[in-house]
């Protein structure tokens, strides 16, 4: 059934639609006044007393059944939502002629149908052109309010009677009475002048609200077009800036082997090993240089991979963040006894970083908790990142994954590199949001090749 407010278009419908019901009863004396006024005309032979009894009746009919059509919209549009194969237009048709017959059963009034078969055509056709927006009800009651006047004046001419036109007992009272006042001039003339100016009046409505949104609609495109353009500027700057990182980077590796040449030669041509303290120097910056040249090498090819603990990871990790400043309780938990995993280290750590990262950044410089749970699942290791933060809208949950997709003016390149860093170590991610809530990313890793394992596919 939907959420509570999703139902409230139907509750309000139902208490329009009872309200119109129980109208000819609460306006009885309004309509015991409208037959005095017609008996006082034809009594004075005053066609200005008949004037007014026929503007009554019109407005007292109009809005009776202005409440009929404005519920019947209600409950037509809750059905349509709650059963997708009814469509709209049978939905209001039905509703709306169903009220129509109880009112005559209730109350005998004899209602002609065939100006509500004209006004539900009008009205239908009104609204394939009535953008279907938060103000859809608001339009659409206002178009109702001149259709209803525009036919219910029809009601009052003469010779429209053969075509079942006014069949009440007010309508036909102020008819007979025109006939013999004026012999049908003045009603006839009148209202049908005033049903043209309500359908006249309908239709620039129309036309106004169509033009209207279409300058929503082409406004919505240019901002749209201005976003996709940002985005593509800031990924463009993103991989300017990449090449040449990458280029520095690679440029490291000269020097390094230069270091690591003069290195060998040192130990070639002076006796380091009669030196202990020597000896332990040399080793130190060896292993430095050597440990260097392959966080180079990750950097620069992906596809190398070393095994590490989870533990050794997380601490590279968590090194690089800055927390100084926030007011984040950052919790790491990592399960006992837990696999080595094969990943490149320095991508595999800077999507990790940029999950975090993000998480900071949805608290807005707020107080906030991330926990990290690091523990097996199946055959590999199982990363679990929940923030408390500002949480994702489930119609953004499916643009994240997207290049240049961001809500905070960032490139959008964070997430995209995460799930690459992730399929190309054979994992699968995972993302569940609620906004306002938190957010939880859940990144697993296989530890035997061949054993990837996909969240959505579960298992």
Known sequence: MGSPSRNIPGIVGMIVILYGLFFPNL????????????????????????????????????????????????????LTRIWKR????????????????SLNILYKEHYAYVPHFLTLALLLLYRVYIPTRKDFYLSFSVLSLFTVIAFQCLSLI???????FGTDDLAISLKITDRYLSQ??????????????????SIIYTILMTLYNKQL?????????????????????ESKVYQEIHSLVHDLKTPLVSVEGLLSLIQMKYPYEKDPKLKDYLNRVDGSVQKMSDMISEILYEDIKRTISVTELMDYVTSHLALDEQLIDMQLEIEEDL?????????????ISNILENSIVSF??????????????????????????????????????????????????????VKR???????????????GSHTKIDIYIPSQRGNDHDFNRGG
Request: with cysteine; glycine share 8%; charged share 15%.
């Open 27 to 78: 306006s009885s004396g309004w309509g015991i006044q409208i037959q005095e006024r017609i008996q006082d005309s034809l009594a004075f032979e005053d066609s200005g007393r008949l004037l007014l009894s026929a503007f009554s009746y019109v407005c007292r009919s109009s809005i009776l059944f202005i409440f009929i059509y404005i519920g019947s919209t209600l409950i037509a549009t809750q």
């Open 86 to 101: 009814i469509r709209f237009s049978y939905a209001f048709i039905t509703l709306t002629l169903m009220f129509v017959l």
């Open 158 to 164: 003469n010779s429209l009677t053969i075509f079942h």
């Open 184 to 201: 049908n001039e003045l009603l006839t003339t009148l209202f049908l002048a005033l049903c043209i100016v309500m359908v006249i009046i």
């Open 217 to 237: 609609t082409t406004l919505k495109e240019y901002q749209k077009q201005e976003l996709e353009l940002k985005r593509t500027r800031f990924a463009l700057i």
């Open 339 to 351: 696999p080595p995993i094969q990943v490149n280290k320095i991508r595999f750590s800077r999507a």
């Open 364 to 417: 807005q410089g707020k107080q906030g908790k991330i926990r990290i749970s690091v523990s097996s699942h199946l055959t590999g290791v199982l990363f679990e990142v929940w923030d408390n933060g500002s949480g994702i809208s489930q119609e953004d949950l499916q643009a994240i994954w997207e290049e240049g997709f961001s809500t905070k003016d960032s490139t959008g390149l964070g997430l995209t590199f």
């Open 421 to 435: 860093v992730v399929d190309y170590h054979g994992g699968s991610i995972a993302v569940s949001s609620a906004l």
